[in-house]
């Protein structure tokens, strides 16, 4: 049987970020990650400004800033179609430079990339322990069950946390169970190698599809492009060329680099969906990341919303250690009044956004096209969407801030910047990050 503070089930982003701060505040952390070697599947690589500004204060600055690419606006095209020609309907630009703010950049990193870099930074502490592969089974005796070379092992832990994705069994453990709901749409991802053209994050909107395209370090791109559900046999069943014609009617260049693909393999599918959980803490146990809650993946939030909730878990649990409040377990409400309000937030952001691009009529179009160059013409509204998505804080739009979106309105304020004076108190302080240092 092992000892120690925390066990955590999961070693994803998550759970390694929880695991890392914790171990810098000498805290004893066991994690248990179930995958022997870097998986070959997609998961989330868009690092928002906010998770940004808490790898860094973890020490990871400077690895960060040369294994990643920086996004500084996201360019969305809505086209229209004669025949088989395509022509540019609207252009428009949201930057990220519009926030008053130190840390207003996004990063493309492949995901595997970011957990060595934590992993990297955790095997300095000696108070940290990776077993892998390792795999939680649920509890027995009040102790953690793992099984790990073919052998169960018991871990006595004060606290449990379960950081390992959709299917939780911390979760389970915890009776909490969740309703997920699902898109009218699915999802084709790959990465391919980059034309040098493609330096900003790109989303192309049209009546028949949507196509994102964001820039990864090395040279190289991520394609997200949609489908109807159910219908990644019948691409399966068509020459991988197809594939290629899908993105070179927006970026004909992508038709030479993307031969890297070289069959249907290479191309993963994602199916949206998205839960809340009505809870993330139960006694001794919680939960984070994709096992307390799931976002619909167009705003780029999931894997920051991982690392954020182990921001405040973490800082939460080495300051009831410095408190003397160890034992004191409901101590851990702090961390879902935190949390759980702020996921709700992104989960409605994320769900908006996938709305505006799952319907393709002519009206939905117009209305779309609407918002979306109100957000760039409008500073207040520009500064509202990109605060949102950044994690740095929260801007709540009023009715006549949906108004505005809609462009029903005349604007007064077209173009320039939303005042640095008038953008900071809708910045996250400490004090709203842990309320429990200011009780």
């Not at 000892?3 to 248990?32: E, M, R, Y």
């Not at 600055?61 to 969305?76: A, I, M, N, W």
Request: charged share 25%; proline share 5%; glycine share 8%.
């Amino acid at each position: 049987m092992k000892t120690c503070h925390v066990f955590v089930s999961g070693g994803g982003v998550g759970g390694l970020t929880l695991a890392l701060k914790l171990g810098l505040c000498g805290i004893s952390v066991i994690v248990a990650e179930r995958n022997r070697r870097r998986s070959p599947l997609y998961k989330g690589e868009l690092l928002q400004p906010k998770s940004i500004e808490i790898l860094h204060r973890l020490g990871l600055g400077k690895q960060l800033d040369v294994s990643s690419f920086p996004v500084e606006t996201l360019r969305t095209q809505e086209w229209n179609w004669n025949h088989n020609d395509g022509f540019i309907r609207n252009e428009s630009r949201l930057s990220y430079k519009i926030l008053a703010h130190p840390f207003n950049e996004a990063r493309m990193i492949p995901h595997e990339e970011l957990r060595d870099l934590l992993i990297a930074q955790i095997k300095k502490l000696p108070s940290v322990e990776v077993i892998r592969p390792a795999k939680f089974t649920g509890f027995q005796d009040d102790q953690a069950v793992i099984t790990t070379g073919g052998k169960e092992m018991k871990i006595s832990a004060h606290y449990y946390v379960g950081a390992e994705g959709r299917g939780s069994r911390m979760r389970k453990a915890m009776g909490i169970t969740n309703e997920e709901k699902k898109y009218n749409h699915h999802f084709l991802t790959a990465s391919f190698p980059r034309p040098a053209s493609l330096t900003d994050g790109f989303v192309f909107g049209a009546a028949h599809s949507f196509l994102g395209l964001f820039p990864l370090p090395d040279e190289q791109v991520r394609s997200v492009y949609m489908i109807p559900p159910g219908s990644y046999r019948q691409f399966k069943d068509q020459p991988i060329t197809d594939y290629y014609d899908l993105h070179g009617q927006y970026v004909p260049e992508l038709r030479e680099t993307m031969t890297t693909i070289k069959e249907w393999r290479d191309v993963q599918l994602m199916i949206p969906f998205r839960f809340q959980s009505p809870r993330y803490t139960r006694g001794r146990m919680a939960i984070l990341g994709d096992a307390a809650h799931s976002v619909h993946p167009m705003a780029g939030e999931g894997m920051n919303l991982a690392i954020q909730d182990a921001d405040v878990l973490s800082e939460l649990f080495c300051w009831m250690d410095e408190q003397g409040k160890w034992r004191d377990e409901r101590q851990l409400g702090w961390y879902e009044s935190v949390r759980k309000p702020r996921v709700d937030q992104m989960i409605a952001l994320s769900h908006r956004s996938a709305l505006a691009y799952s319907y393709h009529n002519r009206a939905f179009r117009l209305l779309r096209k609407r918002a979306i160059t109100a957000m760039e013409e409008r500073p207040l509204l520009h500064f509202q969407q990109m605060l949102n998505v950044s994690g740095l804080g929260y801007a709540k739009a009023n009715l006549l801030d949906w108004s505005n979106h809609l462009d029903v309105l005349p604007a007064i304020d077209r173009g320039g910047v939303y005042p640095t004076s008038k953008q900071n108190p809708y910045f996250y302080t400490d004090k709203d990050d842990y309320p429990f240092k200011y009780q």
